[in-house]
């Protein structure tokens, strides 16, 4: 009931249109509670959405389920869709129906790294607010457990019945109480970190230097994962898969498939559930499962991951059908980055300007396909705004829990279901805001893309290990995306000078909700 009345709140906030706090003459939101982003009322989108969501509950008889199928270092233009599939020597054909049969989200957005998206998809939180905010790496320490202070949506979902899911790449934080199954998932399958954390212990040619010189190695082999973690809710953790060469390297994916579908039956006409199944390609070092070896067009590495990954998209699309759990199940395809081009050719592809590690759109800009059959009408793209804690709030308001959020933390997620359940429907998000680490670097606003700091690379394709971040000089850079989607050449100044006051406000009251809310600092910072 508290859950009914908290979304009615929201609706008829949208219907009287209130605008208190308008604070530009481009403000489009309204401010429902201090601690929620503001959000663009769609009064009619949240009926259509509320009554789809109350006939889908009465015929089925419990709540939906969530399936995030995230995929590492996916790059924009990587699946057919976008342009990428077979053009780019790797077809995609199940991610492309997907996509055919649902919403195409051409303008969805991560941050530039992988821990700080996860973050922010499993928070609902930018990552500056967390202190989740880069990669965590081999051997580091944190000040702090931010899941003492963070919340998990699996955690909220819990008190509405559901059971929950993180099956495959983690690297969120590998200390005591710090896993999937330690903050609030009933089940965890996976890596703790990232795949490259196996492979710098096994592949000799590239790490040759710390694997074959005694002393380095002697220390290094001390931060050696074992393998595969398992743990339950309550339970301790245990090794389920050894890994100690790289024929066991390409069975990750496949394990990970393998258990997802278990998850999937086991709860299938039971429990309302959360999955969220997370790849491990393209993350570099790439090797496929070695059924797949050869089997991309492109015959190369990366290109043979992205076509077992959409192999194993595909089973999972059927082993949701024949459980029964179709109609009943939310799926969102993205992935935590753009194409990581300091790896090349181990890489994904986008269209872009940047890469992985920058706000450039090649580093944010990534697939988006949302998949719900019955509910989500086929066949639709959509150029409107949405972004990885988006995801988090969707989830809340499928399972009825979004009034348990917390009230002393702030949630940059906004509810996105009217915007994925109408027809053709209006995104609620005015503005995705940019951080590159602990960084405020850009705002993407209708098609306009803003920076305040840009990434200058000094090497081709070394958008990490051989970049500058740079404060803007007389006037932030300024791109109309719908004519320069590369970001080749600003003009603000010429141009933009009527939007610059409203982006400036928009960014000052996102910068003023972090003193009111104080961001948490775990001693990431370079």
């Given amino acids: 009931m508290k859950a009914t009345l908290f979304v009615l709140s929201i609706f008829l906030v949208s219907c009287m249109g209130l605008q208190a706090q308008q604070i530009s003459v481009f403000d489009e939101t309204v401010v429902i509670k201090d601690n929620l982003e503001p959000i663009i009322p769609r009064p009619e989108q949240e009926k259509i959405a509320a009554q789809k969501l109350k006939d889908l509950e009465s015929k089925i008889g419990r709540k939906p389920n969530i399936l995030i199928l995230l995929v590492d270092d996916l790059g924009w233009g990587d699946i057919g869709v976008n342009g990428g599939g077979i053009a780019v020597g790797a077809p995609t054909p199940n991610v492309d129906k997907l996509a055919r049969e649902g919403k195409r989200l051409t303008s969805f957005y991560s941050t530039p790294t992988c821990t700080s ?29 931010p899941w003492e202070i963070e919340v998990t949506q699996a955690k909220l979902l819990a008190k509405a019945g559901y059971k929950s899911a993180l099956i495959g790449k983690w690297h969120i934080g590998e200390a005591e109480n710090m896993l999937p199954h330690e903050v609030g998932f009933d089940y965890f399958y996976g890596l703790p970190a990232v795949q490259s954390d196996y492979t710098q212990f ?47 390297v390409r069975e990750i994916d496949e394990r990970l498939k393998n258990e997802s579908i278990k998850f999937i039956n086991e709860n299938a006409g039971n429990n309302p559930f959360f999955l969220v199944h997370s790849f491990t390609a393209i993350h570099n070092d790439t090797y496929s499962g070695a059924d797949f070896i050869g089997k991309s067009p492109a015959a190369m590495p990366v290109k043979d991951a992205i076509v077992e990954m959409d192999a194993y ?35 994904g592809y986008h269209p872009w300007r940047g890469g992985k590690g920058t706000t450039w759109e090649g580093g944010v800009r990534v697939p988006g396909i949302a998949y719900w059959k019955g509910m989500i009408e086929p066949g639709q793209e959509s150029n409107e705004l949405m972004d990885l804690s988006d995801i988090y709030m969707v989830s ?38 940019l951080w590159n680490s602990t960084e405020f670097c850009a705002v993407r606003w209708r098609d306009y893309k803003i920076h305040f700091q840009v990434f200058e690379t000094k090497e081709t394709r070394r958008n990490i290990d051989a970049s500058l971040l740079t404060r803007i000089g007389t006037a932030p850079w300024v791109f109309n995306l719908n004519v320069d989607p590369k970001e080749m050449a600003s003009e603000g100044h010429r141009y933009f000078e009527w939007g610059l006051p409203a982006i400036i406000a928009f960014q000052k009251r996102h910068i003023a909700s972090m003193q009111k809310y104080p961001n948490t600092d775990l001693g990431l910072d370079f």
């Fill in 117 to 145: 998206s996860r973050a922010m998809m499993l928070t609902g939180r930018q990552p500056i607010r967390s202190g989740l905010t880069r990669p965590l790496l081999s051997g580091d320490k944190v000040k702090t457990n």
């Fill in 202 to 248: 096994l592949v000799e040619r590239q790490y040759s230097d710390m694997i074959n010189n005694p002393e380095l190695h002697e220390k290094a082999f001390q931060l050696q994962p074992e393998g595969l973690i398992r743990g339950v809710k309550g339970g301790p953790r245990e090794v389920a898969f050894e890994i100690t060469n790289l024929d066991e």
């Fill in 313 to 347: 998209v595909g089973e999972i699309m059927d082993a949701l059908e024949k459980s029964g759990e179709l109609e009943n199940t939310l799926v969102i395809f993205t992935s935590d980055n753009g194409a990581n081009e300091d790896v090349f050719p181990d890489s």
């Fill in 396 to 433: 809340l308001r499928l399972g009825g829990v979004l009034d348990q959020l917390p009230d002393n933390l702030y949630f940059d997620g906004i509810d996105q279901t009217p915007f994925l359940l109408a027809e053709n429907g209006r995104s609620l998000r005015q503005a995705i805001f």
